[in-house]
């Protein structure tokens, strides 16, 4: 079959589509909500009640784990599980893939008389040890030093991930090396919410809560995503392997009407999201928001609140369960930030909060933000930990694919600032003026019709082009990628959080301790904090031209690529940062940083090959053939004594000879030895195969609008995107 038939022909099979006939009886979302989880109300039911208090106290109080308790939360656990047709357990953890990893073993152990019987210790639910040296460790692991473990991470509950064929009891773990060090993205989560919550609750007791709760970090992501039919999927290898396209050319209607936007979402698609938030729904995952988004076949979920270490695992569970629910649907879902260019990317925005049970959100202004000292003091914390540290929420961020995403219209830029709204700003402006004494109130909006109720409208607008937004009740760090782990984000947020709180504090509490009165003492560390970090807060256009001037100028930083950004993981200030909380050794910076080039040096590496690889044998094949029709038929109208228009002929050859050129100097690009120093590998990457990359596919995508239709072998953008 001939590279233009498969493309008809998965066109065709796109037409004769027909949906999956539904299997599970009727029900309520709330009759199956978090019924494949073993949740607290499960372990209350199935537990002594002395063990369920401890298990509990751990939980809720972040109390030490009583190991004592192991063997009757496992026992209950297996019981459980096994009713629901679990036949194996599987300790999850979460290397620094940015994906989800999985060890299963079964319940059932071999008894001398040739039978068996289901098993399942508190040990073994305690820890299990996979192999360390096959995973990203940035050398904390030699190859021939294979051993790491696996630590359950009580504060996540276990669930039962369903298949066809057999269900398995899932328990959410730490990965850690012999020597102690994190392989993973969950421990560090873990440590840096301690290190948050310390100093969180020393500032709570200056405000007079003497025993406050355990204060945890809050995260709310929205995640964005694409879907694209499996036939055209499986005839785009970009696709297949790079999660991207790396040719297509712009079609005539992208998203220039903004008729995709909150539109009427397609059944096919409805009925994805629907099977999706009941698979979500029964693993405990609060989808709350469903929707069309910008560009044509791009859509965003968004879950509840949760705790920030809960909301990792959910997420990475999340978009596990849509790509498998997609399939069933004919479907591909696509995580990269930008799988199609010239169209809107996707992002996984991260709403961070932070308090307790006892409280609530300590993010919150209330009606008069400028008399809400408390709220005042933990937002003055953000604004000083965003300003220090803003180097380290880039580089939290960066990747070799939200390198195409960031700074376009679809996402903010790579200087990292502030937005507080017009009401803060005002505030913290009168803060750094001598006190605040007013706060901007929140008004109406009268509709002018008759049978409409006037709306209540906030006392400021949203800016959809800063990195950090405050939104009301909380901060949105617009920034994170759709296809990377919220983990990474949020360890660095509650790290730098952990030093601007640790800083309050103490300011606080020497201040009284020297005899200034209290409320004295706050209003000057929030003059001082304005003065020394209110160049961070901006509330303009961060898409303007103007702004990076602005920027230098104010002393913030634009490290516009991953390449840029990597440095700030081992810079001085870094290593000392993190070490001070316990968040990271120096050692483990440095894995991070190691890691980091390489994922970046093996991303651009694939792309780099696969441009090469479809240039030479599709397109430029592809291009060929339809010039050589060309020429045969200008030989044939010259032999008939017919003068020939050579136009169209020329038109096709100008952008072959490019693709050509492009194609050897691609090729000589990636065959360039690779430096012993990881970072100066990856800037030959950006400085030279990206651009060899670039000018193959300007000439491909030339091409693409000049053969013939029935000879250009790839789906091509309209058809992805809008057939579904």
């Given at each position: 079959?001939?590279?233009?038939?498969?493309?008809?022909?998965?066109?065709?099979?796109?037409?004769?589509?027909?949906?999956?006939?539904?299997?599970?009886?009727?029900?309520?979302?709330?009759?199956?909500?978090?019924?494949?989880?073993?949740?607290?109300?499960?372990?209350?039911?199935?537990?002594?009640?002395?063990?369920?208090?401890?298990?509990?106290?751990?939980?809720?109080?972040?109390?030490?784990?009583?190991?004592?308790?192991?063997?009757?939360?496992?026992?209950?656990?297996?019981?459980?599980?096994?009713?629901?047709?679990?036949?194996?357990?599987?300790?999850?953890?979460?290397?620094?893939?940015?994906?989800?990893?999985?060890?299963?073993?079964?319940?059932?152990?071999?008894?001398?008389?040739?039978?068996?019987?289901?098993?399942?210790?508190?040990?073994?639910?305690?820890?299990?040890?996979?192999?360390?040296?096959?995973?990203?460790?940035?050398?904390?692991?030699?190859?021939?030093?294979?051993?790491?473990?696996?630590?359950?991470?009580?504060?996540?509950?276990?669930?039962?991930?369903?298949?066809?064929?057999?269900?398995?009891?899932?328990?959410?773990?730490?990965?850690?090396?012999?020597?102690?060090?994190?392989?993973?993205?969950?421990?560090?989560?873990?440590?840096?919410?301690?290190?948050?919550?310390?100093?969180?609750?020393?500032?709570?007791?200056?405000?007079?809560?003497?025993?406050?709760?355990?204060?945890?970090?809050?995260?709310?992501?929205?995640?964005?995503?694409?879907?694209?039919?499996?036939?055209?999927?499986?005839?785009?290898?970009?696709?297949?392997?790079?999660?991207?396209?790396?040719?297509?050319?712009?079609?005539?209607?992208?998203?220039?009407?903004?008729?995709?936007?909150?539109?009427?979402?397609?059944?096919?698609?409805?009925?994805?999201?629907?099977?999706?938030?009941?698979?979500?729904?029964?693993?405990?995952?609060?989808?709350?928001?469903?929707?069309?988004?910008?560009?044509?076949?791009?859509?965003?979920?968004?879950?509840?609140?949760?705790?920030?270490?809960?909301?990792?695992?959910?997420?990475?569970?999340?978009?596990?369960?849509?790509?498998?629910?997609?399939?069933?649907?004919?479907?591909?879902?696509?995580?990269?930030?930008?799988?199609?260019?010239?169209?809107?990317?996707?992002?996984?925005?991260?709403?961070?909060?932070?308090?307790?049970?006892?409280?609530?959100?300590?993010?919150?202004?209330?009606?008069?933000?400028?008399?809400?000292?408390?709220?005042?003091?933990?937002?003055?914390?953000?604004?000083?930990?965003?300003?220090?540290?803003?180097?380290l929420l880039r580089v939290s961020v960066a990747s070799a694919s939200n390198d195409h995403r960031l700074g376009a219209n679809e996402a903010p830029p790579a200087i990292i600032s502030i937005f507080l709204g017009e009401q803060l700003a005002d505030v913290f402006d009168q803060i750094a003026k001598g006190g605040a004494t007013r706060s901007k109130e929140k008004g109406t909006l009268t509709i002018g019709v008759d049978t409409l109720p006037d709306l209540t409208k906030d006392p400021g607008d949203r800016n959809r082009t800063s990195?950090?937004?405050?939104?009301?009740?909380?901060?949105?760090?617009?920034?994170?990628?759709?296809?990377?782990?919220?983990?990474?984000?949020?360890?660095?947020?509650?790290?730098?959080?952990?030093e601007a709180l640790d800083y309050c504090a103490t300011n606080l509490e020497e201040a009284v301790a020297a005899g200034t009165d209290f409320n004295e003492a706050v209003q000057t560390l929030l003059a001082d904090i304005v003065a020394e970090h209110g160049s961070v807060i901006f509330n303009g256009n961060g898409y303007s031209d103007e702004w990076p001037v602005e920027a230098e100028q104010r002393g913030l930083k634009n490290l516009r690529t991953t390449v840029d950004a990597l440095p700030e993981l081992i810079s001085p200030e870094?290593?000392?940062?993190?070490?001070?909380?316990?968040?990271?050794?120096?050692?483990?910076?440095?894995?991070?940083?190691?890691?980091?080039?390489?994922?970046?040096?093996?991303?651009?590496?694939?792309?780099?090959?696969?441009?090469?690889?479809?240039?030479?044998?599709?397109?430029?094949?592809?291009?060929?053939?339809?010039?050589?029709?060309?020429?045969?038929?200008?030989?044939?109208?010259?032999?008939?004594?017919?003068?020939?228009?050579?136009?169209?002929?020329?038109?096709?050859?100008?952008?072959?000879?490019?693709?050509?050129?492009?194609?050897?100097?691609?090729?000589?690009?990636?065959?360039?030895?690779?430096?012993?120093?990881?970072?100066?590998?990856?800037?030959?990457?950006?400085?030279?195969?990206?651009?060899?990359?670039?000018?193959?596919?300007?000439?491909?995508?030339?091409?693409?609008?000049?053969?013939?239709?029935?000879?250009?072998?790839?789906?091509?953008?309209?058809?992805?995107?809008?057939?579904?």
């Amino acid at each position: 079959m001939t590279g233009n038939n498969v493309r008809l022909q998965a066109i065709k099979d796109v037409e004769a589509y027909v949906p999956p006939t539904p299997i599970h009886p009727e029900e309520t979302p709330g009759d199956i909500f978090g019924e494949n989880v073993f949740s607290i109300s499960v372990m209350q039911r199935r537990l002594p009640k002395t063990v369920f208090k401890s298990v509990l106290a751990t939980i809720e109080r972040s109390e030490p784990l009583d190991p004592l308790v192991a063997d009757a939360v496992a026992s209950a656990m297996k019981d459980w599980a096994m009713e629901k047709g679990a036949t194996h357990y599987a300790h999850v953890f979460y290397p620094l893939t940015g994906l989800t990893a999985e060890k299963h073993d079964s319940f059932l152990d071999p008894v001398g008389d040739g039978t068996a019987f289901a098993s399942f210790s508190g040990k073994t639910l305690i820890q299990g040890e996979p192999d360390a040296s096959s995973f990203p460790n940035g050398g904390l692991r030699n190859t021939f030093e294979a051993r790491g473990y696996t630590g359950w991470d009580v504060m996540s509950p276990a669930y039962v991930l369903e298949n066809p064929n057999g269900n398995t009891l899932c328990i959410p773990t730490v990965f850690i090396s012999m020597t102690g060090e994190a392989l993973d993205h969950k421990t560090p989560v873990l440590r840096s919410q301690q290190a948050m919550a310390v100093h969180a609750e020393r500032v709570l007791r200056l405000f007079g809560h003497d025993e406050p709760e355990r204060v945890v970090a809050y995260c709310g992501p929205e995640q964005e995503y694409f879907l694209v039919d499996s036939h055209f999927f499986l005839a785009r290898p970009d696709l297949l392997n790079a999660g991207r396209t790396l040719f297509g050319a712009k079609p005539p209607k992208g998203q220039e009407f903004d008729d995709h936007y909150f539109g009427a979402i397609p059944e096919r698609v409805l009925g994805f999201m629907m099977d999706t938030e009941r698979e979500l729904f029964k693993l405990g995952i609060p989808a709350k928001t469903r929707h069309n988004e910008v560009a044509p076949g791009q859509f965003e979920v968004a879950p509840m609140f949760e705790r920030a270490n809960e909301a990792s695992d959910h997420q990475q569970l999340l978009m596990t369960t849509f790509k498998t629910v997609a399939k069933k649907h004919g479907m591909e879902c696509l995580f990269h930030e930008k799988p199609f260019a010239g169209v809107n990317g996707s992002g996984k925005h991260v709403n961070f909060s932070l308090g307790n049970s006892q409280l609530g959100s300590l993010l919150v202004p209330g009606d008069n933000p400028h008399d809400n000292a408390q709220f005042l003091v933990f937002c003055a914390a953000v604004i000083r930990a965003v300003h220090q540290y803003g180097g380290l929420l880039r580089v939290s961020v960066a990747s070799a694919s939200n390198d195409h995403r960031l700074g376009a219209n679809e996402a903010p830029p790579a200087i990292i600032s502030i937005f507080l709204g017009e009401q803060l700003a005002d505030v913290f402006d009168q803060i750094a003026k001598g006190g605040a004494t007013r706060s901007k109130e929140k008004g109406t909006l009268t509709i002018g019709v008759d049978t409409l109720p006037d709306l209540t409208k906030d006392p400021g607008d949203r800016n959809r082009t800063s990195p950090f937004a405050f939104t009301g009740n909380r901060f949105e760090f617009r920034a994170p990628g759709s296809l990377q782990t919220v983990a990474a984000p949020m360890v660095v947020i509650n790290t730098i959080m952990a030093e601007a709180l640790d800083y309050c504090a103490t300011n606080l509490e020497e201040a009284v301790a020297a005899g200034t009165d209290f409320n004295e003492a706050v209003q000057t560390l929030l003059a001082d904090i304005v003065a020394e970090h209110g160049s961070v807060i901006f509330n303009g256009n961060g898409y303007s031209d103007e702004w990076p001037v602005e920027a230098e100028q104010r002393g913030l930083k634009n490290l516009r690529t991953t390449v840029d950004a990597l440095p700030e993981l081992i810079s001085p200030e870094a290593i000392e940062l993190f070490g001070k909380y316990a968040v990271f050794n120096e050692r483990e910076m440095h894995s991070r940083y190691e890691i980091g080039c390489e994922q970046y040096i093996l991303t651009v590496g694939v792309e780099a090959n696969l441009t090469l690889e479809i240039g030479t044998t599709t397109v430029l094949p592809a291009a060929i053939r339809y010039q050589t029709e060309l020429a045969s038929n200008v030989a044939a109208l010259k032999a008939a004594g017919v003068e020939a228009d050579l136009s169209t002929l020329q038109s096709v050859s100008a952008p072959i000879a490019d693709l050509r050129a492009g194609l050897a100097t691609l090729a000589a690009a990636i065959d360039h030895e690779h430096d012993e120093d990881p970072l100066v590998t990856a800037t030959a990457l950006r400085d030279t195969v990206l651009p060899a990359m670039l000018a193959v596919r300007t000439a491909a995508d030339t091409l693409e609008g000049l053969i013939a239709d029935d000879l250009w072998p790839l789906p091509t953008y309209q058809e992805m995107l809008y057939i579904l």
